[in-house]
C-alpha cells in the first residue's frame, strides 16, 4: 500500500491571519486551522518560547507564494 502525497510544507498565504504559520501547519499535517490557531493561543498562556517559535518558523517556512 503507498503512503498520500503530503504537501510540503509552505506558509499558506490564503488562509493566513498573521504569516500563515499556523495554516500551514494545519495544511501539510492535515488538522484543523482553526484548531491550531486556537492551541498556539492557548499555549501562550503557558510560560514557554511560543511566540519565538513562532517568529523563527515565519523566518524559516517558505511562503507558497500565491497570487
Do not use: E, N
Request: net charge positive; proline share 7%.
Amino acid at each position: 500500500m503507498t503512503s498520500p502525497a503530503r504537501m510540503p510544507l509552505r506558509r499558506d498565504s490564503r488562509h493566513k491571519v498573521v504569516a500563515g504559520v499556523c495554516a500551514g501547519l494545519a495544511r501539510r499535517y492535515g488538522l484543523s486551522r482553526t484548531g491550531l490557531r486556537l492551541a498556539f493561543v492557548v499555549s501562550c498562556i503557558l510560560p514557554g518560547p511560543q511566540f519565538v517559535a513562532y517568529l523563527l518558523l515565519w523566518v524559516v517556512i517558505p511562503s507558497d507564494a500565491r497570487g
